[in-house]
């Protein structure tokens, strides 16, 4: 398994669903699990310190709130991490934004942005870096792409 999906908690699946549906879409395989940075930081750690080991290619690291998690998981993984803020109720999103974005120089997050667009962009993020050894991949992500620009009209219509 190349890809990660990982979020802080079951609240976040439906934001981070749209990753997974971009990648079952571009046929990449992907595994999902619940990692949170405050409840569940030995699982965190694990998962981080094996990541290389296990074969991952990129972490796709979904949170809200006090998001710490796509940081501390970039922290403790070359593996390149891409993270979602996740919209909450109390801040829309902002403080979630915020917690991932600003990464201390030398630990990145690939910050995208917040709800559910992010987390879609952060599955294409993933099957972009996956296509650059993957021709057939890359193929596919062109076709994906050519798709979605033939699927814009030309002019506004009121239906
Ligand atoms: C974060 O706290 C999670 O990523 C989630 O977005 C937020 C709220 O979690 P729940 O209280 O809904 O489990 O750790």
Redesign the pocket.
Same mark, same amino acid.
């Given at each position: 398994m190349k890809v990660g999906i990982i979020? @802080? *908690?079951? %609240?976040?699946w439906p934001t981070m669903k749209a990753a997974a549906e971009v990648l079952d879409a571009l046929d990449v395989e992907y595994e999902t699990k619940i990692v %949170?940075?405050?409840?569940t930081p030995d699982r965190l750690w694990d998962y981080g310190k094996t990541a290389v080991d296990r074969g991952l290619h990129v972490i796709i690291a @979904? &949170? @809200?709130? &006090? &998001?710490h998690?796509p940081g501390m998981m970039a922290s403790k993984t070359r593996v390149p991490v891409v993270g979602v803020p996740?919209q909450?109720k109390a801040l829309s999103g902002v403080d *979630?934004l915020y917690s991932i974005v600003q990464m201390p120089k030398g630990f990145p997050v690939a910050t995208m942005a917040i709800g559910a667009a992010g987390a879609a962009n952060a599955g294409l993020m993933a099957a972009g870096i996956l296509a650059l050894n993957d021709p057939e991949l890359a193929q596919r992500l062109d076709q994906w792409r050519a798709d979605l620009s033939a699927s814009i009209p030309n002019e506004p219509s009121d239906d």
């Open positions: 979020m @802080g *908690s079951q %609240s976040d %949170s940075a405050h409840r @979904g &949170a @809200g709130g &006090a &998001a998690l996740v909450t *979630s």
